[in-house]
């Protein structure tokens, strides 16, 4: 084999190296994309859940306060639907962790 066909033989190899790492390169950035995403979507939602915590708390507090009450229910249409918000931001925090421990543990 002469210098000229080595040096070509080692170029294609090259390539189909560098075609190869940037497939791999270009998927890994991809995951790390969508953990960046996952990861700003839970702290979204648990900004969102701080914000209904504090509503539920100062409703509560009014009751209490302003309002003169003694007690007061989960079963009251206004805490129950801060509730049901609350669950449900909870619960979608908690699929999206889920969602970010498997694509971590693909890595």
């Known amino acids: 084999m002469t210098f000229g066909e080595r040096m070509k033989e080692l170029l294609e190899q090259g390539a189909v190296v560098s075609r190869e790492f940037a ?3 270009g998927a890994k950035a991809q995951e790390l994309g969508e953990i960046g995403v996952l990861k ?3 702290m979204q939602f648990e900004g969102q859940a701080q914000k209904l915590i ?3 708390g100062a409703e509560v507090y009014s009751r209490f306060s ?3 009450a003694l007690s007061v229910s989960r079963d009251e249409p206004l805490v129950a639907a801060m509730l049901g918000e609350i669950t449900a931001v ?3 925090i908690e699929r999206r962790e889920e969602d ?6 693909q890595g």
């Open 23 to 25: 497939a791999k390169a």
């Open 40 to 42: 700003l979507e839970i």
């Open 90 to 92: 909870k619960e979608a």
């Open 54 to 56: 504090a509503r539920l």
């Open 66 to 68: 302003e309002a003169g």
């Open 100 to 105: 970010l421990r498997r694509r971590k543990g």
